[in-house]
C-alpha cells in the first residue's frame, strides 16, 4: 500500500502523517486532493469493497503523491456511516467515495450541504450537481451465466443467495432465469435472502439449504466473502458470483465470475472533480462500457455452449440483443412485457419482480 493509501477501521485511528510532513502545508492544500472511501464490508482479497478497492488503486496509481486516500471499511449502513462520512469531508476530503446503497440518503444531506465536495455513490436513484451514483449492468452476466448453467445442470434446479432485495439484485437474478430457460424452459430457481451485505455464517447456510433441495449451481448474488462459493465447490456443485473472480476457493466446481472494473469511470470522475467538469447523473454501466466481464468459465460446460455463449455476449455488448425483451411474465402468469418490447433502463432500475421459473415469491 502506498504512503498515500491510509485504511482504518469502524474504530476511526489518528490519520498518519506521512506525506504532509513531506510537504509545506500550502503546497499539500494546493497539490494534493485528499479522497475518502467508506466501504460496508473488510477490503479484504474477494467481492464488492474489493472491486471498488480495485478502482480506487488504479487511480492512485495515475495520480502518485497528488491523491490521498483514506479508507474506512466495514461501516453499517445508518447514522454510523453518516457520520463518519461527514468527518471525512470536516478534514478536507474533496472527493468521497461511498461504496453501498444505503449510505444514499446521508451522502446526498453532504452533498446539498458541500457544493465543493464531489460524491462518487455506489447504486442509488438520486442525484445532484455533486452527487454521481453508479450502478453495474451485472444481468448482461447473469443472463450468460444462467445459459451456462442450464448447460451443467442436472437436477434442472438453480439456487440464489442474494444479499438484500433490491433492484440491483433482482435483476441479476431474473437475468439469470431468463439466461437458463432460454436454453431448458423447464428449469427453475430458488432465492434465500440473508437481508446483510456481510454475514458469513448465514450465508453458508443458505447456501446448505439449497443444497439440500437438490440445487446443483448457486448464484452469489453480492456477497463479499467466498462462504457460498466455499460451500458449493464442498459439496460438489457449481456456482459463481459478482465482482471479483473466487476461483482459488473453487478449483473444480467455480462455474465464472460477472466481473466489474471500477477503475475507468472513478478515473473519469475524479478528472471530473479536479477540471470542474464532475457529472452529477447516474450512470449505468455494462459491458457496452468495458465495466462488466465475464471470466473463469468452467472447463466442463460444453463447447457448443460456450460458443453460443460468446456470440450472445457479442450480441449484448453490441446492442443487437437485450436481456429483458418481452414477452415476459412474471411468477403469477401475468404478462409484464409485451412480445417485442423491451425495458427501458427506468424499468430495469425499478425492477420489483421476479420472472417465471423463479419460485420464491419477493419478501413483502
Known amino acids: 500500500m502506498s504512503e498515500n493509501m491510509k485504511r ?9 502523517a506521512t506525506t504532509a510532513i513531506a510537504l509545506p502545508m500550502q503546497a499539500l492544500a494546493q497539490d494534493v486532493l485528499k479522497m475518502g472511501v467508506v466501504l460496508p464490508s473488510p477490503a479484504a482479497d474477494v467481492g464488492w469493497s474489493h472491486t471498488l478497492m480495485a478502482g480506487v488503486e488504479a487511480v492512485k496509481e495515475t495520480y502518485g ?30 472527493v468521497l467515495l461511498l461504496g ?12 446539498k450541504r458541500n457544493k465543493d465536495v464531489s460524491i462518487i455513490h455506489a447504486s442509488g436513484y438520486l442525484t445532484e450537481p455533486n452527487f454521481s451514483p453508479f450502478t453495474a449492468k451485472y444481468w448482461q452476466g447473469t443472463y450468460l451465466m444462467g445459459m451456462a ?12 443467495v442474494g444479499a438484500f432485495a433490491i433492484p440491483e439484485l433482482i435483476t441479476s437474478i431474473n437475468a439469470f432465469m431468463l439466461g437458463a430457460r432460454s436454453v431448458d424452459p423447464e428449469i ?45 465447490e464442498e459439496a460438489g456443485v457449481y456456482s459463481y458470483n459478482l ?25 473519469h470522475l475524479v478528472d471530473g472533480h479536479l477540471n470542474g467538469t464532475f457529472e452529477g447523473e447516474n450512470f449505468w454501466l455494462g459491458m457496452e462500457d468495458e465495466v462488466v466481464y465475464t471470466a473463469d468459465w468452467n472447463a466442463d460446460i460444453p463447447a457448443d455452449m460456450v460458443a453460443r455463449i460468446t456470440k450472445t455476449q457479442a450480441a449484448i455488448k453490441d446492442g443487437s440483443f437485450t436481456v429483458f425483451q418481452g414477452p415476459l411474465v412474471d ?23 421476479h420472472v417465471a421459473g423463479v419460485t420464491t415469491p419477493l419478501p413483502s
Open 65 to 94: 503523491d497528488k491523491l490521498e486516500v483514506t479508507v474506512l471499511e466495514n461501516i453499517a449502513e445508518g447514522p454510523d456511516a453518516d457520520r463518519i462520512a461527514n468527518g471525512l469531508v470536516a478534514e478536507g476530503n474533496k
Open 149 to 160: 448453467a442450464a448447460s451443467v445442470t442436472k437436477t434442472k434446479k438453480l439456487g440464489c
Open 188 to 232: 427453475e430457481m430458488s432465492v434465500v435472502w440473508v437481508n446483510s451485505w456481510f454475514d458469513p455464517a448465514s450465508e453458508q447456510e443458505a447456501a446448505k439449504a439449497l443444497i439440500s433441495q437438490g440445487v446443483d449451481v448457486i448464484f452469489s448474488n453480492a456477497q463479499d466473502t467466498p462462504s457460498v462459493i466455499a460451500v458449493a
Open 243 to 267: 465482482n471479483s473472480s473466487m476461483v482459488k476457493y473453487a478449483p473444480s466446481k467455480y462455474l465464472g465470475v460477472v466481473g466489474t472494473d471500477w477503475a475507468p469511470h472513478f478515473k
Open 100 to 111: 453501498s446503497f444505503g449510505y444514499q440518503n446521508g451522502g446526498i444531506q453532504i452533498a
Open 8 to 16: 482504518r477501521s469502524f474504530i476511526k485511528g489518528s490519520l498518519a
Open 331 to 353: 411468477q403469477s402468469g401475468t404478462e409484464r412485457v409485451a412480445d417485442g418490447v423491451a425495458m427501458t433502463d427506468g424499468e430495469i432500475l425499478g425492477m420489483d419482480w
